[in-house]
């Protein structure tokens, strides 16, 4: 038992103290699924910021921890989209071009495989991008995956597949080349 | 390179990517310093601002049938303006009451917040009257075919915070919701104000429900947690209270379930392996054990049923089918209740991306089905937990939101 579900046997805690419980639990790992999907650590980290401050808005509309940690965990993949749609707009360009851009500091720790893998993930549909990030970096259900993403457990189940076989197929052209 | 193998190497690029990811340590100090300040990304002029929520509170609602596109249209032109076209239902679900502003569209109506005080209410949209009240808020509701009774399940709180019923100033609610944090399914009578409890679920909550149209037979499904997720559905008869579980043959969560119009079938799907449909016999024993289970037929490589219902016209059903690598098609098709195996062609094709309810319509001229698309630019929670419900040639829709308070708006459309 967590903090979060300490919440709703303890109704005098504040909702500062219950986001202070969200934030310790799942601050870290918001930040890195984040950074899967934008790639950028400061893009990661304004959007999980942003994604705490609307649940503490809302604080008091949100039926329990389990419903503000889904609302969290959604805020921070649609805060994600809309950074790189907005990333895209800004620069008129495909957002695959700025991985090439991107900080020394921020493609150091990576070697060439992976390099490559990385790029090839930011290639794909952002709706297949974001199922195989969940579903195998941040290991949702494809329940989870369906009510975050506001699709359906088919679609999840299917895009997966989709996004598998054009990451295989990037992946297959890019190490023979 | 197998699919096993393009995983694994997605999964070592991304830990290595985000590997030292730390963040901000001071990022919690600085969201409790100053709670309310407007988000940077925000400072967009109002008028955008306003644009998107509209945007992002629509919820469509189609009713999709060749068959209505017609003569219906020269003997009741006025009184069904949702025949036959493209019905949209737009509700703004940004504040407190997700019922306090619907628009819709095809008659220019507004309710305004004023109209909804505190009480979840059924409005009639045509005149903007509240037509009823009800004392708490439900979710999954769904009304009988005389209108007497609306059933539905709540959240518990204990006492606490943090659920839409959990603020009420009616006695009884706020009794009934503190007894514990389990959900409860119920239903509350409009002639004697009653509440009545139907049972309690596995915690944490019930994942989906299905009464009767005449409201005499209730199913339930909940998911106990812990050694390793389990689903019991919970049916029970009304009248005398008298209820019985019987296990999901399989440990996974079933949210689409629909009793057959006299209550002795009872059909769902499950959503963790790809949505088989389940039959079960509810007059054996064990129903459990005897039932039938189907993923749909060939042609589709990939395929699942989704949002079973069944009325006087027969057992439906939502079909995702992956003919081939090219993509997705859905539509709806009539199942044969013994064999659950498709009678007849597809009836009605269903948008890219799934539903979130389906709806069989009895119309002057025929069927038609209503559905909510998943893929509506909504917020989280608002889509959930929709049901459009057909009573009597009206319309209706059926609205708890999760995120927003669930509060339980019912929306007399026509």
Redesign the interface.
């Known amino acids: 038992m967590g903090p979060l579900t300490a919440?709703?046997?303890?109704?005098s805690l504040t909702a500062?103290d219950a986001?202070?419980g969200l934030?310790a639990q799942h601050?870290?790992s918001l930040?890195?699924l984040a950074?899967?999907l934008v790639?950028q650590?400061a893009s990661?980290?304004?959007v999980?910021?942003?994604a705490?401050?609307?649940v503490?808005?809302?604080w008091?509309?949100?039926?329990?921890?389990?419903?503000a940690e889904?609302?969290l965990r959604?805020?921070v993949v649609?805060g994600c989209r809309?950074r790189l749609r907005r990333r895209a707009v800004r620069r008129a360009a495909p957002v695959t071009h700025l991985r090439a851009a991107g900080s020394a500091e921020e493609t150091a720790?990576?070697?060439d495989?992976?390099?490559r893998?990385?790029e090839a993930?930011h290639v794909l549909p952002t709706r297949q991008r974001e199922v195989?990030?969940l579903r195998?970096?941040a290991q949702w259900?494809?329940?989870e995956i369906?009510?975050?993403l506001?699709?359906?457990?088919?679609?999840v189940?299917?895009t997966a597949?989709?996004g598998?076989?054009a990451?295989?197929a990037a992946?297959?052209e890019t190490d023979e080349a | 390179m197998n699919d096993n193998m393009v995983i694994d190497r997605l999964r070592d690029a991304l830990e290595a990517r985000t590997e030292h990811v730390e963040g901000r340590a001071d990022s919690l100090d600085l969201l409790l310093l100053d709670p309310h300040r407007r988000p940077r990304r925000h400072a967009a002029p109002a008028s955008a601002v306003l644009a998107a929520a509209a945007a992002a509170a629509v919820v469509g609602v189609l009713l999709l049938a060749t068959a209505l596109r017609g003569p219906s249209s020269d003997t009741q032109p006025s009184r069904q303006p949702g025949f036959g076209s493209t019905y949209n239902i737009t509700a703004g679900t940004t504040d407190r009451y997700p019922a306090a502003d619907f628009f819709v569209t095809r008659q220019v109506v507004k309710l305004t917040r004023s109209t909804f005080t505190d009480r979840p209410v059924i409005a009639r949209t045509s005149d903007l009257k509240v037509v009823r009240t009800l004392p708490l808020s439900l979710m999954g509701a769904r009304l009988t075919t005389d209108g007497s009774r609306v059933f539905g399940f709540y959240m518990g709180s204990a006492g606490g915070e943090g659920t839409a019923n959990s603020g009420s100033t009616d006695e009884r609610v706020r009794k009934l919701v503190s007894r514990d944090t389990a959900a409860h399914a119920v239903y509350y009578d409009f002639t004697t104000g009653d509440i009545v409890d139907l049972g309690r679920a596995a915690f944490p909550g019930i994942t989906g429900m299905t009464v009767t149209p005449n409201g005499g037979t209730v199913a339930f499904a909940s998911i106990a947690t812990g050694g390793g997720d389990h689903t019991t559905i919970r049916i029970v008869d009304v009248a005398t209270g008298q209820g019985r579980n019987i296990a999901v043959p399989r440990p996974h969560q079933v949210m689409a379930l629909a009793l057959s119009p006299d209550g002795k079938r009872l059909a769902f799907t499950e959503t963790e392996s790809g949505n088989i449909l389940f039959l079960a016999d509810l007059s054996q024993p064990n129903p459990a054990a005897t039932a039938t289970a189907v993923v749909p037929p060939s042609p589709c490589r990939k395929a699942a049923y989704d949002y079973p219902t069944w009325t006087d016209q027969g057992l439906f059903a939502a079909r995702e089918c992956e003919p081939n690598q090219r993509g997705m098609v859905s539509d709806v098709v009539r199942l044969d209740p013994q064999t659950l195996q498709p009678a007849g062609p597809s009836l009605a094709r269903l948008p890219d991306g799934g539903v979130l309810t389906l709806v069989v319509l009895q119309t002057p001229t025929g069927l038609a089905f209503g559905y909510a698309p998943a893929r509506t630019p909504g917020r989280l929670g608002d889509q959930r937990d929709q049901r459009v419900v057909f009573r009597e040639n009206e319309l209706w829709l059926i609205k708890a939101g999760a995120s927003a308070g669930h509060r339980t708006g019912l929306v007399w459309g026509t």
């Open positions: 919440r709703s046997a303890r109704p500062a986001i202070a934030h601050y870290r930040v890195r950074v899967a790639d650590e990661a980290e304004e999980v910021q942003e705490f401050e609307r503490l808005r809302r008091h509309r949100l039926r329990d921890s389990q419903a889904a609302y959604t805020a649609n809309d720790i990576v070697n495989e992976q390099r893998t990385l993930l195989l990030v195998y970096f259900s494809e329940a369906a009510d975050g506001g699709i359906s457990v088919g679609t189940k299917s597949h989709r598998v076989a990451l295989r992946l297959t």
